[in-house]
């Protein structure tokens, strides 16, 4: 019966006038669709940045090349970076856990649905205010356009004397917005966390994604809050003739850069925990083998959680602390790569003798476990003082945070849309389109970030908008450039793949991989009110009791 | 939502989550100590690195009277959310009103500090790396009981209209929460600003 109610609605729904379908979208208070808000805000953001990607590529492809100016160069990568950081990967992740977390733990929305269609909107009208600086930026003094002065925004670039017009305000305001918005959110994922699981379902039931959204969400309030703060220090700087990081008063360069990384570190955790969230959920799904060490994958992310605090100077060395310093920061860099190392091992052993299915997501995660190793030595490289003393601010950097960022987290993320999508539209994603895309990216990605490190070791410093040739520069630059353009490519595939099979593509069913965790117990997509009844869970894999009545995982645990 | 209360009290006592409510309160509570611990730092890091004058200790005289009503501001608030729980609505407004009173007096005292420094010492944001500190910090707390007072004034209209009952006392409760957060953090502003950093 309640079927039909749901077909009688969806018919409703197409015979609707649009604006009155625009209307319910944007006021809509739903978990699912805040989720899916979020994410089509992410991709919006992730081709307008990738955009931005390919014009840096294009202008650094040759020594000498002036397709664009060094003032649009410079609007180029800090639009960039600070898009692919707070509008792009922060929203995929609030969207997922949007969408994912109350149907994991068996609830019916979020803790505070209200806020979370107020944090939403906070995000997106950040990011269209730092995108609007593009026309806004010159104000009243015909000076600057967009932002220019980085993503880390070091003082003293973003004071009155060099920054003049709105330029550095729009980034300041856009960031401090959005940061608001995180912490609504984080705030809202706690609390549904905490207060919201169905009956039975434990903490130590609960899917890792759920864990991990949990210390994600913890971490953004004791580290987004910092770089709040020092956006109010800036503003006040800028509006009120403060003299926070301003040198000629008494005031300290450093102390923003501290600020900032004390955010600055941290955010990568809670861009890439999320990610080892995704990989959690997929790997065992299709090693048809439940997570490996599930304990110790908590221990280890609560663990990455608290070390992280602790380890921002290490973006620092080049400042000249003491050595006191430098060690501290060299031996918590390096303790966190074991935490990191112990996921990845749990990892392998799920996926060590289970029945490994390569569908796309499985592609995607088993990238990213490679990729994520190298991320995670090159990192530890980079945390140790004196090597970073030689390549701080060069191109290896750049490749190693890519490495990061693209080859762990985008990967990631890419196979949560690939194994989420189904559920979310109820229509499976072209299988070959996936692959397709999968072993472009993988190609593009490997041809632009391994050549990378190498003009770096030879001393290509970033942020250049040129070079002179016969460095030993050129033909790395060529390739890097060749590299990127492909990943574009790649991700055109992946929209085009989004469109069509959102119309065209088979239909998905409640449970296309014959996955464990709830949220594949309901209708794909599912219905407003998620669960009909509330479920009571007995372990950690519900789905698997439900199919295997004869030997249920409770029987274990 | 009430199908879903009901499936839920079919399993019946065992299962006790904490009150969101009290969760979301925690969360901010954490963010805003976060951002409160970050202008602390700026202010100790700063303290005596002023190139001009006025100094701290030039100017500033500790208010312990103004401190006084806030800090007992947190014990009347604890009474009237007490007293809600029990269902006494009278006791519970009139110590509810003695909260925002005590708030606003603290408010009324910060505001003469400022009067005083900016008119007779002429110490204004933009003096010196002092007053720059000074007033964000000292203000970032203001502005938080600010806020507070204006959320205590909505419930204590609602409260005269006879909205307030004890079925609300756990959302009251929830404001109390933060009312003790703004009452906790003066505790370390006002050992940071007038008694560490003169």
Not at chain 1, 178 to 185: P, Q
Not at chain 1, 258 to 265: A, D, E, K, L, M
Not at chain 2, 36 to 43: G, L, R
Request: charged letters at 10%; one cysteine or more.
């Amino acid at each position: 019966m309640s079927s039909d109610a749901m077909a009688i609605r969806v018919a409703e729904a197409a015979g609707r006038p649009w604006a009155e379908v625009l209307h319910d979208w944007i006021t809509t208070v739903d978990h699912k669709r805040l989720g899916i808000l979020y994410i089509l805000f992410a991709m919006l953001f992730l081709v307008i940045g990738g955009i931005e990607a390919i014009v840096i590529r294009v202008q650094l492809m040759h020594p000498h090349n002036d397709f664009v100016s060094p003032q649009v160069f410079n609007r180029m990568f800090t639009m960039h970076g600070t898009t692919m950081i707070f509008f792009v990967i922060m929203p995929f992740m609030f969207g997922f856990a949007n969408y994912l977390v109350p149907l994991m733990i068996g609830a019916r929305d979020m803790a505070f649905p209200r806020l979370n269609a107020f944090s939403f909107w906070l995000t997106a009208f950040g990011g269209m205010l730092l995108y609007f600086s593009f026309l806004g930026g010159s104000g009243l003094y015909g000076a600057g356009n967009a932002p220019d002065v980085g993503w880390w925004a070091y003082a003293p670039l973003t004071s009155r004397a060099f920054s003049p017009g709105h330029s550095a305000d729009y980034w300041t305001i856009a960031v401090l917005v959005s940061g608001f918005g995180s912490i609504g959110t984080a705030t809202n994922i706690i609390a549904t966390i905490l207060s919201m699981r169905c009956p039975g379902m434990t903490l130590g039931r609960m899917p890792l994604m759920g864990w991990m959204t949990l210390v994600m969400s913890g971490l953004v309030l004791i580290s987004i809050s910092p770089l709040s703060a020092a956006q109010i220090m800036l503003l006040v700087d800028r509006y009120l003739g403060g003299h926070f990081f301003d040198t000629q008063a008494g005031g300290s360069a450093a102390l923003w850069m501290h600020f900032f990384w004390i955010f600055g570190h941290p955010e990568v955790y809670i861009l890439v925990i999320p990610a080892f969230a995704f990989a959690s959920e997929i790997i065992p799904v299709f090693s048809r083998k439940p997570i490996f060490g599930y304990p110790v994958m908590v221990a280890a992310t609560v663990c990455i959680g608290f070390i992280s605090m602790s380890v921002w100077a290490h973006h620092m060395f080049t400042i000249g602390m003491d050595s006191a310093a430098n060690t501290f920061f060299v031996l918590t860099t390096m303790a966190i790569a074991v935490p990191t190392g112990i996921k990845i091992f749990n990892w392998l052993g799920t996926m060590w003798g289970g029945k490994i299915q390569f569908k796309t997501p499985m592609l995607f995660c088993v990238a990213f476990l490679f990729q994520f190793l190298i991320a995670g030595l090159t990192g530890v490289m980079l945390g140790a003082a004196p090597f970073n003393w030689q390549l701080s601010g060069s191109y290896f950097v750049v490749a190693h945070f890519h490495y990061v960022i693209v080859g762990a987290i985008l990967f990631c993320i890419f196979g949560a849309v690939y194994y989420w999508f189904p559920k979310m539209t109820g229509r499976m994603l072209n299988e070959g389109l996936g692959k397709l895309h999968f072993w472009l990216f993988v190609i593009g990605f490997h041809l632009t970030f391994d050549p990378m490190h190498i003009p770096g070791l030879l001393g290509m410093p970033r942020r250049i908008y040129t070079y002179e040739p016969g460095r030993g520069w050129d033909t790395w630059n060529v390739i890097i450039s060749i590299g990127a353009f492909i990943q574009g490519i790649a991700t055109l595939l992946f929209v085009v793949n989004l469109v069509l099979s959102y119309f065209k593509g088979p239909r998905a069913g409640n449970d296309p991989w014959d996955a464990w965790t709830l949220e594949w117990a309901v209708s794909s997509p599912p219905p407003a009110y998620n669960f009909a009844r509330i479920p009571t869970v007995a372990s950690r894999r519900p789905l698997w009791d439900r199919k295997h009545p004869e030997d249920p995982d409770s029987r274990y645990e | 939502m009430s199908e879903g209360t009901s499936s839920v009290a079919q399993a019946p006592g065992t299962w006790n989550l904490p009150y969101r409510g009290k969760v979301g309160m925690a969360c901010l509570i954490i963010a805003e100590s976060a951002i409160f611990t970050i202008f602390v730092v700026a202010y100790l890091f700063y303290a005596g690195k002023s190139l001009a004058g006025p100094t701290p200790r030039e100017v500033l005289d500790p208010p312990i009277f103004y401190t006084i009503c806030l800090l007992s501001s947190s014990l009347t608030i604890h009474f009237a959310s007490r007293f809600l729980e029990r269902g006494g609505r009278g006791a519970f407004l009139s110590f509810w009103f003695l909260t925002i009173f005590l708030g606003g007096l603290f408010l009324f005292g910060t505001g003469r500090e400022w009067h005083r420094l900016i008119y007779e010492h002429g110490l204004t944001i933009s003096t010196n790396l002092f007053g720059t500190t000074y007033y964000s910090l000292v203000g970032l707390h203001a502005f938080h009981v600010t806020v507070g007072l204006i959320m205590l004034s909505i419930v204590f209209l609602f409260g005269l209209a006879g909205r307030v009952g004890s079925e609300q006392s756990a959302r009251v409760e929830v404001l109390s929460m933060y009312w003790h957060f703004v009452d906790a953090v003066w505790v370390v502003v006002f050992t940071v600003v007038y008694i560490l950093g003169r």
